[in-house]
Nanobody, 124 residues
Framework: QVQLVESGGGLVQAGDSLRLSCAASGRTFVWYTMAWFRQAPGKERDFVAGISASGGSTYYAHAVKGRFTISRDNAVKSLYLQMNNLTPEDTAVYFC?????????????????WGQGTQVTVSS
């Protein structure tokens, strides 16, 4: 099992940047595929970005490709999401998630470990 805690959310203006962090506990972080999802009020939880256990492979939702960058530092058991050129449509609660298996990144049902989420609000 791995426990996840997100941080770094906040209120920003359109065009600004934010960096989200996800701190993991447990000895096996290096074995987990990780991802970021987001959920806006009244909407389903959507995939944002995923990264392989080694960090060698990444995958992005079309809506964020070219603006967001996912990364991880296995030495400090942390996951990151650098978000640039934010728009009001990026407003949501952002969750980090972990799964023990490899393969596709974008199905929330595949992830068994979730953080509590961090709010990102982008004003126009």
């Amino acid at each position: 099992q791995v426990q996840l805690v997100e941080s770094g959310g906040g209120l920003v203006q359109a065009g600004d940047s934010l960096r989200l962090s996800c701190a993991a506990s447990g000895r096996t972080f290096v074995w987990y595929t990780m991802a970021w999802f987001r959920q806006a009020p009244g909407k389903e939880r959507d995939f944002v970005a995923g990264i392989s256990a080694s960090g060698g492979s990444t995958y992005y939702a079309h809506a964020v490709k070219g603006r967001f960058t996912i990364s991880r530092d296995n030495a400090v058991k942390s996951l990151y999401l650098q978000m640039n050129n934010l728009t009001p449509e990026d407003t949501a609660v952002y969750f980090c998630a972990a799964k023990f298996s490899s393969g596709t990144y974008d199905r929330p049902g595949d992830y068994r470990n979730w953080g509590q989420g961090t709010q990102v609000t982008v004003s126009s």
